[in-house]
Nanobody, 119 residues
Framework: QVQLVESGGGLVQAGGSLRLACAAS????????MGWFRQAPGKEREFVAA?????GVTNSVKGRFTISRDNAKNTVYLQMSMLKPEDSAVYYC???????????????WGQGTQVTVSS
């Protein structure tokens, strides 16, 4: 399985921006679909975005979040802008050769990075 390490989380005021990164190792990054989920305290895990091996994307936070990947760095990013307090959560990176598994949460997982948005 691929190993995933998230970074870039932190505390930001409402309306601000953060860029999360997920570094992958252990497998061929270019052959993996990648995605982001988030989970707030007391709530179920929520799909955020995913990107395919060819660069196709799907995004549940339209307009404010953008997912991208840099294959040379074996890294996937989540650019978050116009953040709201309800965006506060632990953000998890996921990966799998299967697009379906990534979108449905069936792939490998990182340990997560905390995002806290204050009002």
């Amino acid at each position: 399985q691929v190993q995933l390490v998230e970074s870039g989380g932190g505390l930001v005021q409402a309306g601000g921006s953060l860029r999360l990164a997920c570094a992958a190792s252990g497998r061929t990054f270019n052959n993996y679909a990648m995605g982001w989920f988030r989970q707030a305290p007391g709530k179920e895990r929520e799909f955020v975005a995913a990107i395919s091996v060819s660069g196709g994307v799907t995004n549940s936070v339209k307009g404010r979040f953008t997912i991208s990947r840099d294959n040379a760095k074996n890294t996937v990013y989540l650019q978050m802008s116009m953040l709201k307090p309800e965006d506060s959560a632990v953000y998890y990176c996921t990966a799998d050769p299967s697009w379906t598994k990534v979108v449905n949460g069936g792939g490998s997982w990182g340990q997560g990075t905390q995002v806290t948005v204050s009002s």
